[in-house]
């Protein structure tokens, strides 16, 4: 019924105001196979609107629940969490980028049977945790030249 409702673009801000996301990322745990997948078309959908998307990323079991789906899902229910994954950490701005952990799942995923757009999303996780690693280890050699030429300076 929810997937219903979200096909409709107005309504998915009125899904996103009655607090379905939410609900949906909390009843995660009990769903499985269409129901879940469904779940997971509704959740991407609301996730179109930018206080979806917002409210999903703020939510402590989002992440954990994502990876958990994609782990357990196949077909389109894989690429909807992917997809998921992917608005959290790509489309965040300033938001941490996908831990060690997300990457792991995410290769995984695409190890197995996954469609084309799962795959694209997929990569783009791993590309971000990718841009993160070399942003730090960029900022890491920065302050060790910072440090090495304080203590040439000093001798």
Sequence with gaps: ??????LAEGNRHVA????AV???????????????????AALELMCTVAEGAA?????????????SMMENMVGRGKECAISILAVIFIGAGEQAPPSEEVARAVVLALQGDCSARGRRKGAQLLKALQDEEEEEEEEDNGKLEL???GQEGGD
């Design 1 to 6: 019924m929810l997937l219903a409702l979200c």
């Design 16 to 19: 996103v105001e009655a607090g």
């Design 22 to 40: 939410a609900e949906v990322v909390e009843a995660m745990p009990e769903m499985e196979g269409a129901v879940a997948e469904r779940a997971l």
């Design 55 to 67: 409210e999903l990323r703020a939510h402590a079991l989002s992440v954990p629940m994502m990876v």
């Design 147 to 149: 440090l090495t030429q």
